[in-house]
């Protein structure tokens, strides 16, 4: 290599250390080209050389001090005030991706005015068109031109795959799931409410997303693509694959309600139509219910997922698969132990009765954990359990009732005897389904003594009027059901509670005695006054006559002597 060369990059090096820390940023961005310039050509290491020797030469000109010497006098830096700290809510802000840098778009033809031959260029033309991110939050009056021509484009596209046929060819696959992964997938926000009170949908109002008017568009149109007659799975699994399911499902936590909706519709589409992918689904969902009953106990979309589960367990093949079994053993049962049951019950109930109706044998393992994971201090939660139980009842077999019925009704004894009339009210209910009749009616001897006491103790002590019409309804049936039974019944509650009271009675008498006792014990006789057991008199010290007579005799000695005549 030439020295000049060597001589270069060994002057530029030199410069750059020795640089002055005023020297312009031009400069500095020069120098660490220089330094990294092995791999540029001869001619830019000249040009570089004539610049810092340009550079050079207009410091000097300046008269500024050497960089060597220290000032003669402290220079006075004014630091600006600091400014007070706004703190705004990020949380829109972080739920998209960066705003593209060309915003610019030109409007293009439509595609109907075109020749069919173009039509599929031009198409291709708009997806990437579509492919511009726009700011609708820090400035939502931005941009509303090109934002125009964006929603156009893309309600344009909306019809044309509904209303044409043989347009969506397998350059389009690639194009389109690239559109919609560019403005689809991005970090959502965290949770308004993280940490307080569980989201109610009847009283607080969602976060909805600054861009949903051409979100929504997207997702009608990737929808439309996935409905339509001419779409073909075999070439877009080339695109649609585990990663694009996986970021799919991660925006089932969104907060607007709107995007969920459209994302369980095409979650539902590509599960009906990639079948490569059905078990991929199915695993990354039981992962989202793990991380979320086990973790976080926060998700804005259980509900939406276990829609899209009810469907999908409507349509398992009999006899049903181990893995199904421990989905619903595992997963679903353990969900109703989640404080906010309540957002998503409804579809949960729905899940777990899909799969009894598809094998009454699970009936015995899903009821026993619905009696563990009772709740013992959450009455709304109590009623949300006593309406499952009731639909699990009504698609029961006879034969597997016989299993549960006890345990079943011993929990039932106990809502009857709640003192929130909510929860007796519900559970009195049971008495007005007629199947549930018919099967109490086919075991009553089991039920009715397991009930009777509940029911006749609370028709003389509940405080609501309410519930004493309900349980004077269910006495009256069991009466009808079986007359003999319930006087049996009655005969024996009434034992019992006569017992109750001979037993209560000798237990008084026996703490009078006992009190008795005590009182007789000459130790009672003593005035508790005067006893301080943990104080001993001063009389009862031992003395010591030696130290007694010492401390007289000192006593004695600091006394003054007498004086006479005073």
């Known amino acids: ?94 739920s998209r991706l960066s705003a593209s840098n060309n915003r610019e778009l030109q409007k293009l033809p439509s595609l109907k005015d075109v020749p069919p031959a173009d039509q599929e260029k031009l198409f291709i033309q708009k997806l990437r068109q579509c492919c511009v991110l726009f700011d609708f939050v820090s400035d939502p009056l931005s941009d509303l ?133 059905r078990a ?22 259980i509900a939406e997922l276990l829609e899209i589960l009810g469907s999908i367990i409507n349509g398992f093949a009999l006899p049903l698969k181990e893995e199904h079994k421990i989905f619903l053993l595992k997963v ?14 409804p579809q949960l109930a729905y899940c777990v009765v899909q799969f009894l109706e598809k094998d009454s044998t699970l009936t015995e393992p899903v009821v026993m954990a619905l009696l563990k994971y009772w709740p013992k201090t959450h009455s709304p939660k109590e009623v949300m359990f006593l309406n499952e139980l009731e639909e699990i009842l009504d698609v029961i077999e006879p034969s597997e009732f016989v299993k549960i019925m006890e345990p079943l009704f011993r929990q039932l004894a106990k809502c009857v005897s709640s003192p929130h009339f909510q929860v ?67 005969q024996q509650f009434k034992a019992e509670k006569l017992k109750e009271k001979l037993k209560m009675k000798e237990r008084e008498e026996a703490w009078v005695k006992i009190e008795n006792l005590a009182k007789a014990n000459p130790q009672a006789q003593k005035d508790p006054k005067k006893e301080r057991p943990l104080a001993r008199r001063k009389s009862e010290l031992p003395q010591d006559l030696h130290t007694k007579s010492a401390l007289e005799a000192h006593g004695r000695a600091e006394e003054p002597a007498p004086q006479d005549g005073r």
């Open 332 to 345: 679903l049962l353990p969900l109703h132990k989640v404080k906010s049951l309540s957002v998503y019950h």
């Open 1 to 94: 290599m030439p020295r000049a060369w060597y001589k270069c990059a060994f002057t530029c090096f030199c410069f750059k250390f020795g640089a002055p820390d005023n020297a312009d940023e031009e400069n500095k961005e020069n120098l660490n080209f220089g330094l990294a310039g092995i791999t540029q050509s001869r001619e830019e290491w000249k040009k570089f050389k004539r610049r810092t020797r340009h550079n050079r030469l207009r410091d000097s000109q300046q008269e500024k001090q050497p960089y060597c010497c220290p000032p003669a006098a402290p220079s006075k830096i004014k630091v600006p005030a600091p400014q007070p700290i706004v703190k705004r809510d990020r949380r829109q802000n972080s």
């Open 145 to 277: 031109k090109w934002k125009e021509v964006k929603r156009a484009a893309l309600s344009e596209m909306v019809e044309y795959i509904t209303h044409n046929r043989n347009v969506i060819t397998e350059p389009i696959y690639p194009e389109v799931v690239h559109m919609f992964a560019v403005n689809m997938f991005r970090t959502l926000p965290p949770s308004s409410n993280p940490t307080g009170a569980e989201f109610d949908p009847e009283e607080d109002e969602p976060t909805l997303e600054a861009a949903w008017p051409h979100l929504q568009l997207v997702y009608e149109f990737f929808l439309r693509l996935l409905e339509s007659p001419d779409f073909q799975p075999n070439i877009a699994k080339k695109y649609i694959d585990q990663k694009f399911v996986l970021q799919l499902l991660e925006l089932f936590d969104s907060e607007d309600p709107r995007e969920r909706d459209f994302l369980k519709t095409t979650l539902h589409r590509i599960y009906g139509k990639f079948l490569g992918l």
């Open 424 to 490: 007796a009210e519900r559970a009195l209910y049971y008495w007005n389904n007629e199947y549930i009749m018919s099967l109490i009616s086919d075991n009553a001897a089991k039920i009715l003594p397991i009930m009777f006491p509940s029911l006749y103790r609370n028709s003389k002590t509940h405080w609501n009027k309410t519930i004493h019409g309900l349980i004077y309804n269910a006495l009256k049936l069991f009466m009808e059901m079986n007359q003999k039974l319930f006087d049996d019944c009655t």
């Open 280 to 301: 991929y689904i199915r695993k990354q969902i039981n992962n989202i219910f793990y991380r979320f009953i086990y973790e976080t106990e926060h998700h804005n979309g």
